[in-house]
């Protein structure tokens, strides 16, 4: 259902996989079954994962999965009831997502740059500019890095300025492309082999994993001077989105170029801006120390 219904990602599926193997292991040593199990077990279980340390936004994401498959065994007719119903989903405050400031995004743009730029072996050239593009394309764009990693090039449309995505759910969308990234595109196609996808790769799927996107910029942060620990591939989608927010543009665009469903999971944005919004008048108001 997941897979054919709603298109849900294989991440995403995987990651269901998971948490409901583990929940009918629990299920099966309470000697009950996922078609007779109730809600006091299921209470158990989140409490299991609580005892185990698992973080209550992560509990959450489990207890998700597991009313999605009893909605599901409901719709089917193999459950009369739902035990999942009334059990209370485990509450947390809601992280505010890392962001790079604009200085610090420029710095990791122009050292990729130089780096893409630099004489060296074709292979460290290639991998160079490869690395250049990428974070081009994905500050430009705000991708979710497994739509950035796994472009086809025909999604490049119009001379470069446009890309399409098919992003979660097989939703498309058209992102617009800067001139720098538009740029440095149509340089590094140039530079490529005919294929299929933008990023290529000899791996299974044929197009560049994202845990090697996520290794090389790390080692680019380090290169610039920046803490690695706070780089990651995610964390210029966040920056892509909050530099947009605080640069003034609407809310609902900034929804619209993420690829979000729910406008509620672009808002978390806004609290960045406010949380810096405060530090800034408290830092620099002068009766803040009053």
């Known amino acids: 259902m997941m897979s054919a219904e709603r298109g849900a990602a294989r991440n ?38 609580k005892r185990d340390g698992l ?22 007719g193999m459950r009369g009831d739902d035990p999942t119903r009334i059990v209370a989903s485990p509450k947390s405050r809601r992280a505010l997502p890392k962001v790079l400031s604009v200085a610090e995004v420029d710095l990791l743009l122009s050292t990729a740059e130089a780096e893409a730029n630099a004489d060296a072996s074709p292979q460290k050239q290639a991998s160079a500019l490869r690395l250049y593009v990428l974070l081009e394309l994905l500050y430009a764009t705000g991708l979710r890095v497994s739509e950035l ?45 005919p294929g299929l996808y933008l990023f290529p790769a000899a791996g299974a799927e044929g197009y560049l994993s994202r845990q090697v996107f996520a290794r090389d910029l790390k080692g680019l942060a380090g290169r610039a001077g920046i803490s690695s620990a706070r780089v990651a591939p995610h964390v210029l989608r966040h920056a892509f989105a909050s530099h947009l927010l605080a640069g003034g543009a609407d809310l609902r665009v900034v929804q619209m170029l993420l690829g979000h469903a729910d406008i509620s999971t672009t808002q ?23």
């Open 149 to 193: 990693v796994s472009l086809r090039r025909s999604a490049v449309m119009r001379d470069a300025s446009f890309l399409t995505v098919v992003g979660k759910g097989n939703k498309e969308r058209v992102v617009p492309v800067n001139d720098r990234a538009r740029d440095a595109i149509k340089a590094y196609l140039a530079t490529l082999e």
């Open 12 to 49: 995403t599926i995987e990651a269901y996989r998971r948490d409901l193997s583990d929940y009918a292991g629990f299920v099966a040593g309470r000697k009950s079954s996922l078609l007779t199990v109730d809600r006091d077990i299921v209470n158990a279980y989140l409490d299991q994962l």
């Open 268 to 290: 978390i944005y806004t609290h960045v801006l406010d949380e810096k919004l405060r530090t800034l008048v408290e830092t620099h108001h002068p009766l803040a120390e009053q």
């Open 55 to 76: 973080s209550a936004s992560s509990s959450a994401r489990r207890l998700s999965a597991i009313r999605q498959f009893h909605k599901f065994l409901c719709a089917d």
